[in-house]
């Protein structure tokens, strides 16, 4: 699970990389289009793309989490069913 992550990582974040730092706009329809706020189209473009880093990365780190507590508990569990059969003088080999 984790290689998926990573792979989603570097794709999406290349993307938001070249969003970030590109001096062009990606696409001219944008610099025809009225502003809604004061941003130009490659400003608001640079900020589309540093707002998609930032998401990318909370969802990133939320699944590394949640992937490490399920690693824990699985852990836990094995430990306790490897002191259980102990206990009852059944080692486990």
Do not use: C, H
């Amino acid at each position: 699970m984790v290689p998926y992550l990573a792979v989603a990582k570097v794709g999406l974040g290349l993307l938001g990389v070249a969003l970030i730092w590109s001096d062009t706009v990606f696409y001219s329809y944008y610099e025809t289009v009225p502003r809604i706020w004061s941003l130009s189209a490659l400003e608001d473009q640079n900020v589309g793309g540093a707002i998609m880093m930032l998401e990318q990365s909370v969802a990133f780190v939320i699944a590394l989490v949640v992937l490490f507590l399920r690693a824990l508990a699985r852990i836990e569990r094995e430990q306790r069913t490897r002191e259980r059969l102990e206990a009852a003088g059944r080692p486990l080999a």
